[in-house]
């Protein structure tokens, strides 16, 4: 999986719309771009998934720039219940194992 | 109903115990996987498997071992828990897109 960098944490509030943007420079041409998001003390959720240009689905939408070098997370009018930790994953799938690393992620920390 | 369950979802054993954790799944997906959870280390992989006669080690299976029982059941067995082994246990399937896996809700285990 490639390298990826994401800030450590994020402040919103309620109402608000909210960008994760994930650094991913070494990116490939195979690569896929998959967000997850993990609430405390449950497994990670997929999110989306995206390849190039905007990709939206009922939870987010995830903008992807034509060098695909980046990708930004867009959660529409978060809720408390968006508080949790945000992960950026790239990679193709093809490991031997299918293992997913995690890095960090993002802390959001939605405020009324 | 959810896809990917996991019990107990909590347990506290003593030094010693032999213990199973047990991981079920309704996705009808052929690869399975344990990972466990520590504050700070991100999730580390346990044990894989490719189908009911493919299991393989991840990169901290000592102390360790599983048994696939059907597509549908995959499950993790500590022979001698020790208080190292305390942390979030997820199981989890791996889906048809690049890089997507279903995580059950996650069982955690205190060993005393």
């Keep these: ?112 | 109903d959810a896809d990917v369950t996991q019990t107990p979802r909590n347990r506290i054993t003593k030094t010693g115990k032999r213990i199973m954790l047990e991981c079920s799944q309704t996705k009808g997906h052929d690869r399975m996987y344990w990972y466990r959870q520590d504050p700070g280390l991100g999730l580390r992989l346990i044990y894989y498997s490719f189908d009911v006669k493919d299991i393989n080690k991840g990169e901290i299976s000592d102390g360790y071992s599983v048994s696939r029982q059907a597509q549908a059941k995959f499950s993790l067995s500590l022979e001698s828990a020790i208080p190292n082994q305390t942390a979030l246990y997820f199981c989890a399937t791996r889906g048809r897109l690049v890089n997507t896996q279903y995580f059950g809700p996650g069982t955690r285990l205190t060993v005393l």
């Design chain 1, 1 to 112: 999986l490639a390298k990826t960098t994401q800030p450590i944490s994020m402040d919103s509030y309620e109402g608000q719309e909210v960008n994760i943007t994930c650094s991913h420079n070494n990116i490939a041409t195979n690569d896929y771009i998959t967000w997850y998001q993990q609430f405390p003390s449950q497994g990670p959720r997929f999110i989306i998934q995206g390849y190039k240009t905007k990709v939206t689905n009922e939870v987010a939408s995830l903008f992807i720039p034509a060098d695909r070098k980046s990708s930004t997370l867009s959660l529409p009018r978060v809720s408390l219940s968006d508080t949790a930790v945000y992960y950026c994953l790239v990679g193709d799938g093809s490991s031997n194992t299918g293992k997913l690393i995690f890095g960090q992620g993002t802390t959001l920390q939605v405020k009324p």
